[in-house]
């Protein structure tokens, strides 16, 4: 009795590291396509295929009401993506606990400080994730634009996940990418691979995550 009790143990033990391996093995896959999918998306405006509108994703705000590092790296690419074509731009980003005001506000302001009229942004400050930026986004431009071509405009990391939702919504899109901070490299990717595990379960396996 004794030993078929150890042996059930050693059974649980064996499961459970199996468990335990294939997860790592199904994370560094999922690790390894994200970085071969970011290789692909264009870095300069002028290597974008042609677009009817800018939907430009948020990122952190700061205290003093200025933009991160990583978002006016955005916000470049998309006064970039802007002077070649100027077209309406969507800004997307909710208020966070530890921003003195929504990200979109903030992304407007810069980017009028650019030289872009006022006018040519809509701003969206109610969405707190990717889906609920490009579903608002989508909403926003279909008052104006009937199936518009849109670039997403994101950190390099980001714009494949942001594409494939983008899909998702209906939208006709492409992507342009911003650099990603090298000290910031490990927790982002990281970071993004969890969400690309959590997209694909709600997505095939409909889970409710």
Known sequence: MADGGKEGHRKMITVFLSLILIG??????????????????????????????????????????????????????????????????????????????????????????????GEMILADAESRNTRENLENARQMLQDMLENPAVLIVSSDYHVPRALALAGDAGLKASGLGSPCKPEYWIKNHFRETLSWVKYLAVKYLRLPL
């Open 24 to 117: 790592i093995l199904c994370f560094s896959g999922m690790l390894i396509f994200l970085c071969v999918s970011e290789t692909r998306v264009p870095s300069r405006a002028d290597d974008t295929a042609g677009y009817d509108a800018i939907i430009v994703l948020g990122a952190q705000v700061k205290e003093d009401g200025s933009p991160s590092v990583q978002l006016q790296w955005r916000l470049n690419a998309a006064a970039e993506a802007w002077r070649k074509h100027g077209v309406p731009i969507v800004v997307c980003g909710a208020q966070g606990a530890d921003e003195p005001e929504p990200e979109a506000a903030v992304m407007k302001r810069v980017l009028e400080e650019t030289g872009i009229p």
